[in-house]
């Protein structure tokens, strides 16, 4: 059956640091993997979408990979700060089929 | 950037009865989406509600338990029927926006529900 995981539940890194969470997937051929952010009471909120013929995208302090050969995407903050502090869920979709999301990482950034 | 609400934002019920949740957009959208996230898990899609058609639910969801409308472009509504303890969640409402990254999706700011 499908699967989504994202590698840990909690992830604590020290303030300035790059934090890396990761997704994970299996029989899956997603035509784009996408990252959104969730604060506590909130609801998601879109960061970042990848396709399936990149490599890397980038925005501001983030950065996404996307490696479909090893059926995983990485999600990198660098430089971070307290308030990246949240919960990072990875959605994908094969394109024509509802998106599909993991349970997410809670990153805590410790000043 | 496209304003989403949610009415109500939280609600205490009782075992058997019902609860119907708005979810408002200040922009016309065509996608319209209906999530659960119970306590430490992922979103869950329960249905798709298209303007002038009825709702398409995944697997798992049924139009009795969880009849939606969908009367126009800026508003629709989930019901969460003869409710029980295993609908306590967050229900979320989401939309894709046209003048935005094709496919991506933009959340309400979900409802939290307690069956008791």
């Known amino acids: 059956s499908q699967k989504i995981e994202q590698n840990s539940e909690a992830l604590n890194i020290q303030e300035g640091k790059t934090a890396t969470l990761t997704c994970n997937y299996t029989n899956y051929s997603p035509a784009y993997l996408q990252w959104y952010r969730q604060d506590p009471g909130r609801g998601p909120v879109f960061l970042l979408l990848?396709?399936?013929?990149?490599k890397e995208k980038r925005k501001e302090r983030l950065k996404v990979t996307f490696d479909t050969t090893l059926k995983q995407s990485l999600f990198h903050i660098t430089a971070s700060q307290p308030a990246d502090s949240a919960t990072y869920l990875c959605a994908l979709s094969s394109g024509n089929t509802p998106l599909v999301f993991g349970k997410g990482t809670r990153l805590s950034v410790i000043a | 950037s496209a304003v989403i609400s949610q009415k109500p934002s939280r609600d205490i019920c009782q075992r058997g009865t019902s609860l119907t949740i708005q979810c408002q957009v200040d922009s016309q959208v065509t996608m319209m989406f209906w999530y659960r996230q119970q306590p430490g898990q992922s979103l869950t899609l329960i249905a798709t509600a298209n303007q002038g058609s009825e709702a398409t639910y995944e697997s798992g969801f049924v139009i009795d338990k969880f009849p939606i409308s969908r009367p126009n472009l800026t508003f629709s509504t989930l019901t969460v029927s003869n409710m029980s303890p295993e609908d306590s969640s967050i229900y979320l409402c989401?939309?894709?926006?046209?003048?935005?990254?094709?496919?991506?999706?933009?959340f309400g700011p979900g409802t939290r529900l307690t069956v008791l």
């Open positions: 989401s939309v894709e926006l046209t003048d935005r990254e094709p496919d991506t999706q933009y």
């Open positions: 990848i396709r399936e013929n990149e």
